[in-house]
């Protein structure tokens, strides 16, 4: 492979930074990186606070092993994360106004200044754009891909997306039994900006009668006719799972605020209630929107994100080993792995219309809109 070269024993000191949305699981990388740096090669190990605000402002502390003992189960991020922060487009105030001003260069200075032989970045696809941006500058980077959303490209899986699943499924659980009682149409909007997988998963594991995603532009026309099948079989509620960035066949996504100073500036919500308002013209039934939101990225990993978590952290420290950055570490047919920092920039990794988890949900009679 090409860049790699065996760096061990020049390594004395790393860096470890979260970046964007927090995500549960990034504790659990965190400690595994941590450690391992510690405990296996005593490294010392520094953590780069607020995402890239930190290596911008310099806020960065040295963590002790005390630091990173018991955050395992812990949701969050131990270091503080920015979404906002960004060193090639950062927002700052002077002469009473905003500008915005590339100060990448600041972030390069900063990290020579600390010393640091490797950095590692945990972030999702703006946070990993940035650091291949860093690494073609020179900085010895690393990247752990996380996002709740499951639409990094490059990798099979993140870490978060389980987490969110589950707490997804346990509210739709809840709002069967409160929907059968009052025979009503429920709605539950999860996130999920550009891709479904979210609301696709919970969407089965919870049994929803309809499952509306981004890749698959749906119809009012066609939930309420099946809103309607479901009626003439006696089934007097029905249950629909929306992701935030589904859309209308024709029409576009509902935008809830942007964000001026973001990379990201748009924030999508408010599907579900648009939707509601429609169906209860179509049907003749009340119906009940629940925007489950920031509750799914939220609380304690589970089983599954921090083992996958750990596994990917430990990896993480591999890559240093052997001097590969430039490189982020990733899941490809269920092996832990790596590839190129630059993949997630080519685009995100969408749910197929014709993956077999759709093709399952229809075959036992759940509706995607499409009808
Ligand atoms: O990328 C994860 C995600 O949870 C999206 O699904 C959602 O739209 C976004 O982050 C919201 O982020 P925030 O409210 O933190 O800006």
Known sequence: MSGVRSCMSKIKRIG????????????AVIRAVAKRSMFEHRWEVYGIEDGYEGLINNHYR???ASDVSGILTIGGTILGTSNTADPYGYLTKSGGKIV???????????????????LVLIGGDGTLATADRLYRSGLPIIGVPKTIDNDLGGTDVTFGFDTAVTVATEAIDRLHSTAQSHHRIMIVELMGRRAGWIALYAGVAGGGDIILIPEIPYTAEAVAAKVLARRKLGKRFSLVVIAEGAKPKGGEVVVKKRVANSPEPIRLGGVGFV????????TGTEARCVVLGHLQRGGSP????????TQLGAEAVN???????????????????????????QGPRLVPPDHPLIAAARSVGTSFGDE
Do not use: W
Not at 105 to 112: E, K, P, T, Y
Not at 275 to 282: A, D, N, Q, Y
Not at 302 to 309: E, F, H, K, M, S
């Open 16 to 27: 470890i930074l979260t970046g964007g949305g927090d995500c549960p699981g990034l504790n």
């Open 62 to 64: 040295k963590l002790k």
């Open 100 to 118: 915005c001003r590339d100060v990448s260069r600041r972030v390069i200075r900063n990290v020579r200044a600390m010393k640091l032989d490797a």
């Open 275 to 282: 939707l509601g308002e429609v169906l209860e013209r179509l």
């Open 302 to 309: 589970t089983a599954g994100d921090r083992v996958l978590a």
């Open 319 to 345: 890559l240093i080993v052997r001097g590969e950055f430039g490189r982020m570490v990733a899941v490809r047919c269920r092996e832990i792995t790596s590839i190129a920092l630059d993949v997630p920039a």
